[in-house]
C-alpha cells in the first residue's frame, strides 16, 4: 500500500487513560530517543476515570497496585474515588511532560500494515472533520481500554416506553439527575452496581437493588492499615513498593485459593456477609452465587458500606427476575411489583478491543479472532503492534506496567539487532487454544467469539498472574524463539486459523 502518512512517528499510542498514559511515561525514560504521539478520541485525558461520572464511582481494586509502580499513590485511602484517580493520571501526565504529546478528539478508526514500508499507516478522525488524516507509525501501541465508551449494555426490557420515571445507564450519568428523597431501583450486581447503591442511598428515599443473580462481595478497609504505618516511617519511595508486593501477593493467594479450594473460600467470603448484616438476613439468596469465587470478578466494598446501608434500611437487595416495566415501576417473575422512580440500569458495558479500530495487513483484513495473545501484549501474526489488556483478577495496572516495560525492552533489542519489524509466530494449529479471558461474566461471554485465543504454552498462555508474568516480560529474554525479527520489507508470518 502506497504510504499516505504525512506525519511519522516512531511509537503511535492509541488512547489516553491510564493506560495510555503510563505507555507514555515508559516509553519517555526507557526509549528516550523515540519518537511518539498519542490520539485520544475524546476531549480529555484519563479515559474510565474521566467517563463515569456516577455517585460513588471509585476504585474496586487497592491503589497501591492501580497505581503505577513508578508512582507512588500518597492519598489517604487504599480505595479511591474516581476524581482522586483522575487528578493522579492527569499529575502523572503533568509532571512527565506527557500532556503535549496528546492528540484530544483524534479517533484511530483504521491501520494497516504494509511489510514493504515496515510501517502502520493510520486512519485518524479529528472531531467532526469530514476527511480523514494519516499518520504513519513504525510501531503501534493500543491503549484503548476494553469497552464501547459511546454505549453501555443495556439489555432489551420490555414495555420500558411505558415507564413514567426516569432511566439512567451509570456509563452516561445526567448531571441534572435529582434523585433526593426517591425511589430507585438499581438493576445489576456486579462492580458498579454495588457502588452505586449506597452511595445512592444516602440521599435517596429508598435504594433497590434488583439483582437476576447474586454475586461474591467481600469487604475490605478503605484504609489500608499496614500502608498507613509503613507510609507514616518510611519514605514513600520505599514504603510503596513494599505495599504494592503485600497487596499483589494477598491478591494471589486469594485467586489461589478460590481455584484450588473453591468450598473453603466460599464459606469465609459468605460467613463475612452474614456476620455484616442482620441475623436471620436471607444471605442463601442474596449473596450466594451459584458459580465459585472468580469464576466472575469478586466486588469489593469498602468498609462494608453496602452491607451498612442494608443494615440501616436504606437499601433492600430483591433476587427476581424482570418481565416487564411497568407506568409505575417494575413487574417481577414473582408477580411482585417494585415502584420506582429512577431506574439505573447498572447492567454492564459492551467489550470492545483494540478501540474498535479495524485492522489490516498487506491490504488483507485482521480477524482477531483468529490471532492468538503473546505474552498477553502482542499477538500472533501482527507486526509492531501491542495492546494493553489488564488484569481480570488484579488491578489492570500492574498488568499495563509490565506490558509498558516490555514494550520498551522489544523496541530497545530490536534496535540493537538491527531489526525493523518483530511478528510474534503462531503456535503450530495442532496446539490447544482456548479463550482470551476465563471469566463466565456477561460481558466477557457476549464477545467471546470477536477476541483473540490465549495458547496452551509459555508464552502463548495467559496466566493472570503479576508475578509469573513479571519473570517473562521484566526479565525473560526478548528473543524467545517465538517471534520473527526481520528488517524492512519481510513478510509478517501468517495468521493461524
Ligand atoms: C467503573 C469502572 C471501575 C473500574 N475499577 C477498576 C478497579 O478498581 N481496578 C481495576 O484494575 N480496574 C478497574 N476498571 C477497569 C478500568 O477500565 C482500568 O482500570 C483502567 O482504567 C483502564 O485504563 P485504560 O487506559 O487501559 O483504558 P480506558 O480507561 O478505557 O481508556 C482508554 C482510552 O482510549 C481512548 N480510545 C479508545 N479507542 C480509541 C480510538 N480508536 N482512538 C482514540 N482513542 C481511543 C478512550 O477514549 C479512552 O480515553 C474499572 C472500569 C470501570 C468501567
Redesign the pocket.
Known sequence: MESRGNEHVDVLI???????IGAACHLRRDCPQKSFAI????EA??????L?RYPG?R???DMFT?GYRFRPWQEAKAIADGPAILGYIRATARDHGIEEAIRYR????SAEWSSDDARWTVEVRRGDEPEPEWITCSFLYL?????R?DEGFTPHFEGLERFGGRVVHPQHWPEDLDYAGKRVVVVGSG??AVTLVPAMAEKAGHVTMLQRSPTYIVSMPAHDAIADFLRRRLPAEVAYPIVRWKNVLLAVLMYQASRRSPEVVKRLIRSGVEKALPAGYDVATHFTPAYDPWDQRLCLVPDGDLFKAICRGDVSVVTDRIVTFTERGLLLASRAELEADVVVTATG?NISLM???ELRLDGEKVDLSKTIGYKGVMFSGLPNLAA?I??TN????LK?DLAAGYVCRLLNSMDEHGDAIATPRAPAPSEPTRPFMDLTSGYVLRSIDQMPKQGSRRPWRLHQNYPRDLLVLRYGTVDDGEIDFSPAGGRPAELVG
Request: hydrophobic fraction near 35%; aromatic fraction near 14%.
Open positions: 492509541v488512547g489516553a487513560g491510564l493506560s495510555g490520539l485520544e478520541a475524546r485525558s484519563g479515559g474510565t476515570w474521566d463515569f464511582v476504585s474496586d481494586s492501580l483524534c479517533r484511530a478508526v491503549n484503548t481500554g476494553y469497552y465508551y462492580a458498579t458495558l478501540g474498535g479500530m494493553t489488564g488484569y488484579a488491578s489492570w495496572t499495563a
